[in-house]
């Protein structure tokens, strides 16, 4: 156990000091171009995802990178959901529960805003409902995530389907998890079943087969970094 905690404590060290040797050199590009909206993205996008790997300082910074990108440009909806994103963020790091919920609320409005500007965006609207699937249910997103993830589905499913294969199948992924936390089980097997097909192989086809009860080929049971 003492061995196993050890090596813990030395992988968070390691990450730590490559997300703060990384974000050093974000900082310098952005000194040279601070009103530079792409690098802006990235680096809160960067931030964003340490902090979803319980990095508050991360999620800090991502909200700080955001909102200078949205003064630049405000009708960026991709940057308004991913704030609202890492609003709900700063509620998981708070430590009292009125501020928990108070960070929540706002994250919520801040992606509710970003898809009315650009409702027929899906990768806003994927970013809304993968965030909100897992909200308690005293926030009373359900409907809200229905509607999201009903709309992708379509989607992903259209034979001139706009959707990066990526974003198709994690469409597949996180449908399936709602239906799943909805006590349809079926249906979300056979969703998940649909997405595996489009790219087995692939770290969301991984990830998709976790959650699947039934049998798979050799070839299938393959960890996708094992594939040649």
């Not at 790997?53 to 405000?74: I, M, T």
């Not at 005293?138 to 589905?153: A, F, G, N, P, T």
């Not at 706009?162 to 709602?178: C, E, I, K």
Request: charged content about 25%.
């Amino acid at each position: 156990m003492a061995v196993a905690s050890l090596l813990a404590s030395t992988e968070t060290t390691n990450a730590t000091r490559a997300f703060e040797v990384r974000l050093a050199d974000y900082q310098a590009s952005l000194q040279r171009d601070p009103t530079n909206t792409a690098l802006l993205f990235e680096i809160a996008d960067f931030c964003f995802d340490h902090g979803a790997q319980e990095n508050p300082r991360a999620v800090v910074l991502a909200e700080s990178y955001f909102r200078r990108l949205l003064d630049l440009n405000p009708s960026n909806s991709l940057a308004r959901v991913m704030l609202g994103s890492t609003l709900t963020m700063r509620g998981r790091d708070a430590f009292w529960p009125t501020a928990k919920l108070r960070h929540a609320r706002e994250g919520l409005r801040e992606m509710d805003t970003a898809v009315a500007q650009d409702p027929q965006n899906p990768r806003v609207r994927f970013e809304r409902a993968v965030n909100n699937v897992h909200m308690p249910k005293l926030m009373q997103r359900e409907e809200i995530v229905k509607s999201d993830l009903e709309w992708l589905w379509s989607l992903a499913n259209s034979e001139s389907s706009s959707l990066t294969p990526s974003l198709r199948q994690n469409v597949a992924l996180y449908y399936g998890v709602f239906l799943k936390k909805s006590h349809r089980s079926e249906e979300a097997e056979r969703i998940w079943r649909r997405g595996l097909e489009w790219a087995p192989s692939s770290e969301v086809g991984h990830k998709i087969r976790k959650n699947l009860k039934g049998p798979f080929s050799a070839e299938e049971r393959i960890p996708p970094s094992l594939h040649r």
